[in-house]
């Protein structure tokens, strides 16, 4: 059967986009979530201190005015344009590099590469790039396993290895990730391509974050557009 998307390409192998049909599982707390069995993601997960206070306030003031302006019961659509704004304003402000920023390229940020990339039997994660205080990644959670779950064990993991390092202990992440499901395929090739042209698009040096898809997608077509992978 011919996949109906502007690229006439077969998926990339293991994708799976959103179902209109099937059932989706929903929650909120500062983000709002959607959760469908099978379902691949595009995630963002940052460090506790990658946003300046003056920014972080910022948030909150837009969390309380569209609270007054949208009293429950709050819709879909509601809660997209709610994470639309927030998470624009949350990419600029982290490419900005702000705070200890302890994935600036070296051990640290290759740490979290294969941390990503290692959790295999819970999650296939198939394209990432590392940042200096943030993290994108495409991953989709195997049956059994949910999303939080994983990401949870992967930064614990990472934060108690990026502590022996310093010589300190305590959380360095925050605790909410955004999350979205990616929804066809030209969804997932613009994901591909932000994932692959954000260290450009901060204007990183090369040795300053690290980037990655997996082969077979590439190899299917779905790398990234301006260079080859690392």
């Given at each position: 059967m011919a996949v109906i998307d502007a690229f006439e390409r077969e998926p990339p192998p293991g994708f799976r986009g959103l179902q209109p049909h099937a059932p989706i599982r929903f929650y909120?707390?500062?983000l709002p979530h959607w959760r469908q069995d099978g379902a691949t993601y595009f995630v963002t997960f940052r460090l506790s201190d990658a946003l300046p206070p003056a920014e972080l306030e910022m948030?909150?003031?837009?969390?309380?005015?569209?609270?007054?302006?949208?009293?429950?019961?709050?819709?879909?659509?509601?809660?997209?344009?709610?994470?639309?704004?927030?998470?624009q304003k949350a990419e600029v402000w982290l490419d900005r590099?702000?705070?200890?920023?302890?994935?600036?390229?070296?051990?640290?940020?290759?740490?979290?590469?294969?941390?990503?990339?290692?959790?295999?039997?819970?999650?296939?994660v198939t394209c990432l790039v590392i940042m200096p205080n943030h993290a994108h990644a495409i991953m989709k959670p195997l049956?059994?396993?949910?999303?939080?779950?994983?990401?949870?064990?992967?930064?614990?993991?990472v934060a108690r290895h990026v502590n022996r390092r310093r010589n300190q202990t305590g959380s360095i992440w925050e605790q909410e990730s955004y999350d979205r499901i990616i929804r066809d395929l030209s969804h997932l090739e613009r994901v591909i391509q932000y994932v692959g042209s954000n260290g450009s698009r901060a204007r990183l040096k090369a040795d300053c974050f690290q980037?990655?898809?997996?082969?077979?997608?590439?190899?299917?077509?779905?790398?990234?557009c301006d260079e080859a992978v690392e």
């Amino acid at each position: 059967m011919a996949v109906i998307d502007a690229f006439e390409r077969e998926p990339p192998p293991g994708f799976r986009g959103l179902q209109p049909h099937a059932p989706i599982r929903f929650y909120a707390r500062h983000l709002p979530h959607w959760r469908q069995d099978g379902a691949t993601y595009f995630v963002t997960f940052r460090l506790s201190d990658a946003l300046p206070p003056a920014e972080l306030e910022m948030l909150r003031s837009i969390r309380r005015r569209w609270e007054l302006t949208h009293p429950d019961p709050r819709s879909k659509e509601d809660w997209e344009a709610y994470a639309f704004v927030v998470t624009q304003k949350a990419e600029v402000w982290l490419d900005r590099g702000y705070g200890a920023c302890h994935f600036a390229g070296g051990e640290n940020a290759t740490l979290l590469a294969h941390a990503l990339r290692h959790y295999e039997t819970q999650c296939f994660v198939t394209c990432l790039v590392i940042m200096p205080n943030h993290a994108h990644a495409i991953m989709k959670p195997l049956p059994g396993f949910e999303l939080e779950e994983t990401l949870q064990r992967i930064k614990g993991y990472v934060a108690r290895h990026v502590n022996r390092r310093r010589n300190q202990t305590g959380s360095i992440w925050e605790q909410e990730s955004y999350d979205r499901i990616i929804r066809d395929l030209s969804h997932l090739e613009r994901v591909i391509q932000y994932v692959g042209s954000n260290g450009s698009r901060a204007r990183l040096k090369a040795d300053c974050f690290q980037r990655w898809i997996h082969p077979e997608w590439q190899a299917a077509g779905w790398g990234f557009c301006d260079e080859a992978v690392e």
